[in-house]
């Protein structure tokens, strides 16, 4: 999956939520399955989830989840709630997570409300310049990119890509090959 998109079109909630994965594989590159998500969300302050819940979600068949259900997958799965919302507004993982976790960052958006659209784009200059003066690169992205490695392929055996390829391996298993 991309970590950008059509700045018009939305990200579905299938799409940010295979996004939340990506960000959640381990160092051997294994994603949580969704009993893993299930039990996460029994920690939660929201719903409980049976793992055929969330692979519903995961698979794209739940249709219209209730705000409960949202909010317990995207605790379990860090992210901030708001992220699983309909519509672009809410497809910035990056700038949702700021909102979220730091209060200096909402008192500094609230303090931009009435402010003219050359005084927004002058605390975004300055904001860029900090960014280049600390070493920081100015292109932050809507999804973070993954940890380092996790989109490597896995060593291991490799999939079967049809079921001729299964029956053949079985015979082969059985014939002691």
């Given at each position: 999956?991309?970590?950008?998109?059509?700045?018009?079109?939305?990200?579905?909630?299938?799409?940010?939520?295979?996004?939340?994965?990506?960000?959640?594989?381990?160092?051997?590159?294994?994603?949580?399955?969704?009993?893993d998500i299930?039990?996460?969300?029994?920690?939660?302050?929201?719903?409980?989830?049976?793992?055929?819940?969330?692979?519903?979600?995961?698979?794209?068949?739940?249709?219209?989840?209730?705000?409960?259900?949202?909010?317990?997958?995207?605790?379990?799965?860090?992210?901030?709630?708001?992220?699983?919302?309909?519509?672009?507004?809410?497809?910035d993982l990056?700038?949702?997570?700021?909102?979220?976790?730091?209060?200096?960052?909402?008192?500094?958006?609230?303090?931009?409300?009435?402010?003219?659209?050359?005084?927004?784009?002058?605390?975004?200059?300055?904001?860029?310049?900090?960014?280049?003066?600390?070493?920081?690169?100015?292109?932050?992205?809507?999804?973070?990119?993954?940890?380092?490695?996790?989109?490597?392929?896995?060593?291991?055996?490799?999939?079967?890509?049809?079921?001729?390829?299964?029956?053949?391996r079985a015979?082969?298993?059985?014939?002691?090959?």
């Open positions: 999956m991309a970590d950008t998109h059509d700045a018009g079109r939305a990200l579905s909630l299938r799409a940010k939520l295979l996004a939340l994965l990506r960000l959640r594989r381990d160092g051997d590159g294994f994603t949580p399955s969704a009993r299930s039990k996460a969300t029994r920690n939660g302050a929201g719903p409980a989830l049976s793992h055929s819940q969330v692979n519903s979600l995961f698979n794209g068949s739940s249709g219209n989840p209730t705000a409960g259900t949202l909010g317990s997958v995207a605790s379990a799965l860090g992210a901030p709630a708001a992220f699983l919302l309909q519509g672009a507004e809410w497809d990056t700038a949702l997570t700021v909102f979220v976790s730091r209060p200096e960052a909402r008192e500094a958006l609230r303090l931009m409300q009435g402010l003219e659209v050359q005084d927004i784009l002058a605390i975004r200059s300055r904001l860029q310049e900090i960014r280049r003066q600390r070493g920081l690169s100015e292109d932050v992205p809507t999804i973070p990119p993954p940890p380092p490695g996790v989109d490597q392929p896995r060593e291991g055996r490799p999939r079967r890509r049809s079921l001729h390829d299964a029956a053949e015979a082969d298993y059985l014939e002691g090959r």
